[in-house]
Every structure is written in C-alpha cells, then in structure tokens.
C-alpha cells in the first residue's frame, strides 16, 4: 500500500471539511440544513453505502477477517471502559460522564467510513460497518448507564439497546450480510442507484464535520486542561494500546490497521447529544468534538504512516 498515495486522498478528505467550514461561515450551510444533511447521511446515504459496499461473492477469508474485525472493535472498546474508569474517577460527575464517554467512543462511522473508503474501497466500508455494530450497542446502552447510573433506569437502558439494534446502519448491514453470505446480486438499476446516493456519504459527512467545527469559536475551544487530556487519550493513548493488543493477538495486517483507524478517530458527535439530553456538561462535550476533530487532521494521517 502507497502510504504517500493513501495520505494524499485522507488529505482531500480534510479539504472538503474547508470547504463545509467556509460554506457555514457564509450561511450557506446554516444549522437547519446541517441537521437536514446528517438524517439524510445517516438514514440513507451511509445504509445504501453498506448495503453496495457488501456486494462480493461470498468469501471465506473475509467473513473469517469480518469476525476479527468485530472481536477488535469490542476489545476496542471494553480496553476503553477499563482506561477511562481508572483516569477519571477523581472527576465530578457531570464532567467524569463526558470525559468517559469521549474517550470510549469515536467518530467510528461518521468520520471513520469516508477514511476507509479512500484507503480500501468498498471492502473498507464492509468491515467499517461490521466494527460499527458493537458501537452502537455499547455506546446506546453502556453509554445511557454511564449517564444515568449503572443501577438505575433498566428499562431505558434495555429501550437503547432496542434502538441501537434497529439502528438504519446495523440493519443495512444486516441486509447486507445477507447478500453476502448468499452470493445474491441486486439487479443492476437497484445496485446502481444505491452505489449512487451511498456515494454521497463521504463529500456530505466532511461538508457536515466542517460546519460543525465553523460554531466554535477558536479562542474559546482550547480553554481548559481537560481537552488537551482527552485529546491525548481519544487520539493517541487508545489507539495506540488498541494497536498493540492486535499485535500482540496477530491479528492479519488489514484487520489491525481497520480497527487501530477507527480507534483513532475523534470524539463521536453524540457526547453532546447524551450529554444535553441528560444534564452533565455539555460544553465540554461540544470543546472535545471540536478540538479531537480539529486534531485527527493531524494525528490521523500519522497513525496512517504507523500502520502502513
């Protein structure tokens, strides 16, 4: 794999992130139409992209690398737990719950698919979509306990989990699965139009990530040790524990570099939403967005060189 080629293209992908800061900036992009874009990228765009991106022969060796990559991505993420409950247990709790949960849970599909694409293709999004399944439902059930307390609320945390199972990305990998597993091909017409709006996904995801990162001002985001603390375990700390586990299991080279990727991303989008939704603070939910974004245009392409 050219690495210079590889980071070349995840380069372009932060260009486009200009572009949406610019087109925010002009009002081009206003809130309203950003949040119209992200139900559009995530209940279509990015399930018809699963969907086409599964559209191979069935294949032993990949269904074998699928599993691995699903066993990496929930280590992945109960290796977080464990970190992220001994470094902040000193925290307040309204802060300690953002903290956790940003270092727990990455930017896996939203930003985590556009990458893969431009590194692997289609096959990057067939395991990008398997990773993103223990995602969904650690974060959509650990993620609300953590929140609202490990004892309490068992009946909202088992309506998460019900919802993260019916999630539009697990059931279009599902869907997809299934097209695998039996050889079956969309028609033509179907497996066109759906490569068609699925390719919409990456150019939308990084217009949205840059409008996003146009509301925070500048001299505001960077206040506060505890960014820059959250930064280092989101962006670096993780992935690269997350990187020396699959080493030290063998994992094949593509798996690895798969899950460590996706590890590395940044803080996912929906810290702010849990953290608004139940009362803990928000606004170092929204500063560690911003800045992890802002910084994995950095760290990213160096995790990239690492692997490749």
């Known amino acids: 794999m050219d690495s210079v080629l590889v980071i070349t293209k995840v380069f372009t992908l932060f260009l486009v992130i200009l572009v949406g ?40 060796q990949m269904l074998k690398k699928a599993g691995l990559v ?38 896996c599909s939203f930003m985590g698919y556009p990458v893969l694409e431009s590194i692997f293709g289609k096959i990057g999004i067939f395991y990008g979509s398997i990773f993103v399944i223990p995602f969904n439902i650690i974060s959509l059930s650990y993620g609300v306990m953590l929140f609202t307390g490990a004892g309490s609320s068992k009946g909202e945390t088992l309506k998460s989990l019900k919802k993260a199972l019916l999630h539009p990305g697990i059931i279009a990998t599902v869907i997809g699965m299934v097209l695998f597993l039996f050889s079956i091909k969309l028609p033509g017409p179907v497996q066109e139009a759906a490569e068609m709006v699925g390719s919409l996904n990456s150019p939308l995801a990084m217009l949205i990530v840059g409008a996003l990162l146009a509301r925070y001002k500048l001299s505001e985001v960077f206040k506060g040790l505890s960014i820059y603390f959250v930064s280092l375990m989101r962006l670096v700390i993780i992935p690269l524990l997350v990187y020396g586990i699959m080493v030290l299991l063998s994992m094949p ?16 989008v929906t810290t702010v939403i849990f953290a608004e939704q139940y009362g803990a603070d928000s606004g170092l939910a929204s500063k ?21």
Do not use: C, W
């Open 253 to 268: 080279g593509d798996v690895t570099m798969v899950v460590v990727i996706l590890s590395a991303m940044p803080v996912a």
């Open 70 to 107: 699903f066993l990496g991505s929930v280590i992945a993420h109960l290796l977080a737990i464990l970190v992220s409950h001994l470094i902040y247990r000193k925290y307040p709790s309204s802060r300690g719950q953002v903290l956790k949960f940003a270092t727990i849970f990455s930017n």
């Open 21 to 60: 800061v610019y087109a925010s900036k002009k009002n081009i992009l206003s809130q309203e139409v950003t949040n119209k874009l992200s139900s559009l990228v995530l209940n279509i765009a990015m399930p018809l992209l699963i969907i086409s991106s599964f559209e191979f022969d069935f294949d032993g």
């Open 288 to 308: 560690s967005v911003g800045v992890t974004t802002l910084l994995s245009i950095v760290t990213i392409p160096l995790f990239i060189l690492l692997l490749t």
